[in-house]
T-cell receptor
Framework: LAKTTQPISMDSYEGQEVNITCSHN???????ITWYQQFPSQGPRFIIQ???TKVTNEVASLFIPADRKSSTLSLPRVSLSDTAVYYC?????????????FGTGTRLQVTL | EAGVAQSPRYKIIEKRQSVAFWCNPI?????LYWYQQILGQGPKLLIQ????????DSQLPKDRFSAERLKGVDSTLKIQPAKLEDSAVYLC??????????FGPGTRLTVT
């Protein structure tokens, strides 16, 4: 059973806000939600992580409802350089029992 | 701060040959990871080290893959013998905090 489910792809115009939702119905009490971004020919890059409610940094916001069964990564005013694959990971990352597992991610295409 | 270094960046070998990849993590990062990323898929964790001890190698094909982390710093990943299906990008990552991993540029392996 997959730990997370996210859309395969999304399209957006430059300047728009993009929201990518991830479902994680079986999230465990100790699990965090972490998002990574990957550009072609590069390794993934950490964007943001959260446990509950809302987290914001200089790059994105992460919204997590009270039941924690889903989360939404929000990218404000995207630009062409935000075209990448975005991965949602669930786990505490401390070992085999709750390792962070990358799915196939969401491929975001930003155009003019 | 220097990032995660990997070498070589590209490698082409014939099936049944051996190959080794090297990784130098960010200074002070106790945790080191090796991932395999097949084209179009998310990275798959092969092995996770905490200092020079193995935390998780449940997805490492131990009949042909081996990894070591000497003195808790640099690490090597070896494949012997290689198969066609081993063609992938091999990513090394390190972290200070469990969920915030820093990835290297990867090694693209082609097995012919």
């Amino acid at each position: 059973l997959a730990k997370t489910t996210q859309p395969i792809s999304m399209d957006s115009y430059e300047g728009q806000e993009v929201n990518i939702t991830c479902s994680h119905n079986n999230i465990a009490t100790n699990d965090y939600i972490t998002w990574y971004q990957q550009f072609p020919s590069q390794g993934p890059r950490f964007i943001i992580q959260g446990y509950k409610t809302k987290v914001t940094n200089e790059v994105a916001s992460l919204f997590i409802p009270a039941d924690r069964k889903s989360s939404t990564l929000s990218l404000p005013r995207v630009s062409l350089s935000d075209t990448a694959v975005y991965y949602c990971l669930v786990g505490d990352g401390t070992g085999t029992a709750s390792k962070l597992t990358f799915g196939t991610g969401t491929r975001l295409q930003v155009t003019l | 701060e220097a990032g995660v270094a990997q070498s070589p960046r590209y490698k082409i070998i014939e099936k049944r040959q051996s190959v080794a990849f090297w990784c130098n993590p960010i200074s002070g990062h106790a945790t080191l990871y090796w991932y395999q990323q097949i084209l179009g898929q998310g990275p798959k964790l092969l092995i996770q080290f905490q200092n020079n001890g193995v935390v998780d190698d449940s997805q490492l094909p131990k009949d042909r893959f081996s990894a070591e982390r000497l003195k808790g710093v640099d690490s090597t990943l070896k494949i012997q013998p290689a198969k066609l299906e081993d063609s992938a990008v091999y990513l090394c990552a390190s972290s200070l905090r469990p969920r915030e991993q820093y990835f290297g540029p990867g090694t693209r392996l082609t097995v012919t």
